[in-house]
């Protein structure tokens, strides 16, 4: 049964730092993008960054670029999303999600987290 369990998120001012950790498990994930994706209160769940777990490649939204970077620890089967420079527009929950292959829309993952809170104060 394939788990992916966030965690990192929590309350931070703006201007401020956050780490978030997608720890996956119950299946070999060579091939597959980890994406992360955020859903704020009222709005669509958008896009934020996807990363192989072959080469590590990164693909980023626009509105992230600069700021968040994504990283994957393969031994640990975790991958991360490093938020810098966060804004109150950045609140929202934070999921991570698989699938095979590089895909922007949500609907084209096969696996989800449950979520984690992010809140960025002004």
């Known amino acids: 049964q394939v788990q992916l369990v966030e965690s990192g998120g929590g309350l931070v001012q703006a201007g401020g730092s956050l780490r978030l950790s997608c720890a996956a498990s119950?299946?070999?994930?060579?091939?597959?993008?980890m994406g992360w994706f955020r859903q704020a209160p009222g709005k669509e769940r958008e896009f934020v960054a996807a990363i192989s777990w072959s080469d590590g490649y990164t693909y980023y939204a626009d509105f992230v670029k600069g700021r968040f970077t994504s990283s994957r620890d393969n031994a640990k089967n975790t991958v991360y999303l490093q938020m810098n420079s966060l804004k109150p527009e950045d609140t929202a929950v934070y999921y991570c999600a698989a699938t095979k292959g590089l895909v922007l829309r949500t609907g084209g993952y096969d696996y989800w987290g449950q979520g984690t809170q992010v809140t960025v104060s002004s």
């Open positions: 119950g299946r070999t994930f060579t091939n597959y993008y």
